[in-house]
């Protein structure tokens, strides 16, 4: 899987790239039946204007299939923004995969049923 990574708001050095790298790879075990997917990573600084510390983002744009999955999450600090990301779209993921095995086992059934009939 590809992962393009970009930083907004802060710099993006090669620790925090190595992290979001195995963060976002962990999620290619989820897509074992699409090796074209890929991913667009953002992270970075919303606003420089909070009264009390920085908040923190992470985006990532999940390609598959002809769909997007898309998921956002803000922290006070960035790994757990990006932590809180990466769980949040492992869940996203599997959703659309028991999405799409409930409508396989519809259609199996609804078949099934035709038959029983005649």
């Known amino acids: 899987?590809?992962?393009?990574?970009?930083?907004s708001g802060v710099e993006l050095t090669p620790a925090l790239s190595s992290y979001v790298n195995d963060k976002?790879?962990?999620l290619e075990k989820l897509l074992v039946h699409d090796p074209?997917?890929?991913?667009?990573?953002e992270i970075g600084k919303r606003t420089k204007h909070h009264k009390s510390g920085d908040w923190f983002f992470a985006e990532i744009n999940l390609h598959t299939e002809g769909r997007l999955i898309r998921r956002v999450e803000e922290e006070s600090d960035?790994?757990?923004?990006?932590?809180?990301?990466?769980?949040?779209?492992a869940e996203e993921i599997s959703n659309?995969?028991?999405k799409k095995n409930t409508l396989f086992k519809r259609g199996?059934?609804?078949i099934k049923r035709l038959f029983r009939r005649v």
């Open 24 to 26: 976002v790879a962990m």
């Open 96 to 98: 659309v995969e028991k």
């Open 1 to 7: 899987m590809r992962i393009n990574i970009k930083a």
């Open 36 to 41: 074209a997917a890929y991913a667009d990573v």
């Open 78 to 89: 960035l790994y757990a923004a990006i932590d809180k990301v990466k769980d949040g779209m």
């Open 108 to 110: 199996g059934r609804a």
